[in-house]
């Protein structure tokens, strides 16, 4: 029997590689994971989030970053959310200044291959960061938003967003992202969800 052995790396080394690499890659338990490509729906909802929350966020002391930003997280996960959103000064992780260490608020648009992910065990490693307050999924194929907000004690509530008039309350920040803002120009095969409701239920 044949065992592979799994090449792992120091984190100065993925670092180092990272800021020459033109793939993005995650790095976790000295292992290096590449990052895959988005649709064009997942490329247009990252970019109308992005401009959307700068347009607004100009005048209220925070900044929005879009998927070039590296966060790392106290599991040690380094990654890069599709959005993310810092009030006050930022804090790096170095004189670098391309690993953020205190997001409020992080976005990551759905994939059918990373989804699970998304929700399960990348969002166990983004709760970790003591700074974030809100977690944000977008589904790319049909208006559908999960909104987690974590109150002073802790506790992770969900927000469920259809409605394709509604719009989602940035409790950290203080402003709202309309859903016609969010996907614009974006064209749904089918929509399943398309009930006009939103729900909320605390985990």
Known sequence: MITLEI?????????????????????????IRAMT??????????????????????????????NDMR???????????????????????????????????????LSPSTQ?????????????IPSLKEYVLISQDWPLVEHHIRDDSGKWTLFTTTDRAGSVQLAATRVELPMPEIYYGIEFAADPHDHGTNGAHKS
């Not at 970019?47 to 925070?62: E, P």
């Not at 790392?72 to 006050?88: E, H, I």
Request: charged share 25%; proline share 4%.
């Open 7 to 31: 090449q792992r790396y120091a984190v100065e080394e993925y670092l180092e590689r990272e800021r020459h690499s033109d793939v993005r890659h995650e790095f976790l338990g000295g292992e």
């Open 37 to 66: 490509g988005g649709s064009s729906n997942h490329s247009l909802i990252s970019v109308n989030v992005v401009a959307d929350l700068r347009s607004q966020l100009k005048s209220c002391g925070c900044r929005v970053y879009n």
């Open 71 to 109: 966060i790392k997280c106290r599991t040690g996960l380094y990654t890069y959310p599709d959005a993310s959103v810092v009030c006050g000064p930022p804090e790096f992780e170095n004189d670098r200044n391309d690993t953020l260490l205190n997001p409020v608020a992080i976005f990551e648009v």
């Open 116 to 128: 699970a992910y998304d929700r399960g065990d990348k969002f166990s490693h983004y709760r970790t």
